[in-house]
């Protein structure tokens, strides 16, 4: 492992091309990734941070403690603090999500109206390697493609807002992080609930993630961050090969039938997209390109959000839902 005192280097690399000066949203969770981060942001002269705590409403006392944490953390700096608060249980009942992906929700949300009402083009993110390891293991546990496998990526847009997604630390592993924090005496919370393996995550984290290292015999973390580094480039590139034809009103079924089922598969999934302003998950996609196939019926089927694909004269459309379907 490179010394501690190497992250600020590598890390000024990172974000040489975003701007010192302007305003930018700050995740501090209190944790020691995202104390790191905030600390080497104010090491690299960002000047306008505004520092986001999120409150899930779930571990009560303790989480109420991390919020002071944070809020005297900012402050102390001289950085505004913005608390936001949530009720994930309620939500994820409701919605019938798990806690996480309520809790992901509620916390992307507020995200958002933060760097909204601060006109932030910006929000920082503490994701690590090992972040990116475990997200990649659980997409690929599930049969995820390269969307799945890349969905922690350094620069990213957020729905619902104009600001980007940047995650400098993605080259760095949680190692590296600690020893940088103890180099640096750095104050931090520690979440009891990241020791228990009812989450997913911290199975990976706990369970997977040492069982690999052990059989390969090095620690897997980086490298599979780079490894997910390379297939998003690839799949950027592979989408822009699909872009203008994803923009047609209309596919012709035969054109479509003629490609590589790698190549249906990536138009489809964009067009079908663009078509609805829905997200297609592959079941979806692959009916679709059984339909557009088939020269029988049914040559109809449904699609996310009410709306349904149509074949007929040797094309597939999509019919817009009613507006009271939406």
Not at 199 to 226: I, K, Q
Not at 306 to 326: D, K
């Amino acid at each position: 492992m490179k010394r501690a005192g190497d992250l600020l280097p590598r890390f000024l690399a990172g974000v040489a091309d975003l701007p010192r000066n302007a305003p930018a949203v700050v995740a501090v969770s209190g944790g020691g990734d995202s104390v790191v981060l905030l600390d080497l942001l104010r090491r690299a002269r960002f000047r306008r941070l505004i520092v986001a705590h999120f409150h899930h409403g779930l571990r009560r006392t303790a989480a109420d403690e991390d919020a002071r944490f944070v809020e005297d953390l900012g402050r102390g700096h001289g950085w505004p603090v913005v608390v936001g608060r949530g009720r994930t249980r309620a939500r994820a009942a409701k919605h019938k999500e798990s806690v996480e992906e309520a809790a992901r929700t509620l916390r992307r949300t507020f995200l958002a109206a933060t760097a909204k009402k601060h006109a932030a083009a910006t929000i920082f993110l503490a994701h690590h390697a090992g972040d990116v390891a475990e997200t990649m293991l659980f997409h690929l546990a599930r049969g995820g493609g390269r969307r799945g496998l890349t969905s922690l990526r350094a620069r990213a847009g957020l729905e619902n807002s104009e600001a980007t997604l940047v995650r400098p630390l993605l080259g760095f592993s949680r190692n590296e992080l600690e020893a940088y924090a103890r180099l640096r005496s750095l104050a931090y919370r520690t979440d009891e609930t990241n020791a228990s393996r009812e989450h997913t995550r911290n199975r990976l984290r706990h369970d997977v993630l040492p069982a690999l290292a052990a059989a390969v015999g090095f620690a897997p973390e980086l490298p599979m961050a780079r490894a997910a580094e390379i297939l998003a480039d690839e799949d950027d590139w592979l989408e822009s090969l699909v872009a203008a034809e994803a923009g047609a009103v209309i596919l012709e079924t035969r054109r479509l039938r003629a490609q590589p089922a790698a190549a249906q598969r990536r138009l489809l999934r964009a067009w079908l997209r663009q078509r609805t302003g829905q997200e297609i998950d592959f079941a979806t996609t692959e009916a679709a390109r059984a339909l557009a196939q088939a020269t029988t019926a049914p040559a109809k089927m449904n699609l996310p959000g009410g709306h349904h694909l149509r074949r007929r004269g040797g094309t597939i459309f999509v019919e817009q839902a009613p507006r009271s379907c939406r």
